[in-house]
């Protein structure tokens, strides 16, 4: 089936540490996307994907950075210059030009920093 | 896009229609009144769309105000399974590739 993965499901870290959450997509979609949610919160971008090799910082991408070199992959790396890093973490995808209907979401991966 | 007003929190009982509410006052002639839910600790799913008829799928129906500055989802009926956060998006299609998701409304069913 065809769908959005991530991985791990939880993680744990010690303040300081840099840290790598894993998307990987089979559906073909060209644009990715990375998400925060906190406690009783929607959701706000950390950055985006439309190509491969080309990615755009979204309203929160201070403290994170990305890397898109392959179509099925947009992994999200969580660096120490992130003040508040523990949170629920969301990738999804859509293809170019996507109708609002037409996003997949990942099951998430809760970070908790100790 | 234009900016969407739910209630925080709603609670339903279960085998009861759900009715969660929206305000989109702002909203322009091409855009679209989506809504999404997410269940705890998982990701959004795309539950229903309009531009300005009432639209109904397994999952739901969609009513639209005339004026088309609000809009209701309705789950017919209402299972335990239905608890979640449901967010109202009003988005245009060449809005680029983002979705912008506020707080929503936390709907509790209870037994």
């Known amino acids: 089936d065809g769908g959005i993965t991530q991985s791990p499901k939880y993680l744990f870290r010690k303040e300081g540490q840099n840290v790598t959450l894993s998307c990987e997509q089979n559906?073909?979609?060209?644009?990715m996307y990375w998400y925060r949610q906190d406690p009783g919160q929607g959701l706000r971008l950390i950055y985006y994907?439309?190509?491969?090799?080309?990615?755009q910082k979204g309203d929160i991408a201070e403290g994170y950075s990305v890397s898109r070199e392959k179509k099925e992959s947009f992994p999200l790396t969580v660096t120490s210059a992130q003040k508040n890093p523990t949170a629920f973490y969301l990738c999804a995808s859509s293809s170019q030009g996507a109708r609002g209907y037409g996003y997949t979401f990942g099951s998430g991966t809760r970070l908790t920093v100790v | 896009d234009a900016k969407t007003t739910q209630p925080p929190s709603m609670d339903c009982a279960e085998g009861r229609a759900a009715n969660l509410p929206c305000n989109h006052s702002t909203i322009s002639g091409n855009e679209y009144v989506y809504w999404y839910r997410q269940i705890h600790s998982q990701g959004p799913q795309y539950i229903i769309h309009g531009l300005k008829n009432n639209e109904t799928n397994e999952m739901a129906s969609l009513i639209i105000t005339e004026d088309r500055k609000s809009s209701t989802l309705i789950l017919p009926h209402a299972t335990l399974r239905d608890t979640a956060v449901y967010y109202c998006?009003?988005?245009?299609?060449?809005?680029?590739?983002?979705?912008?998701f506020g707080g929503g409304t936390r709907l509790m069913v209870k037994p």
């Open positions: 998006i009003v988005r245009s299609d060449n809005a680029g590739n983002m979705l912008t």
């Open positions: 994907s439309q190509i491969v090799n080309d990615f």
């Open positions: 559906l073909n979609h060209d644009a």
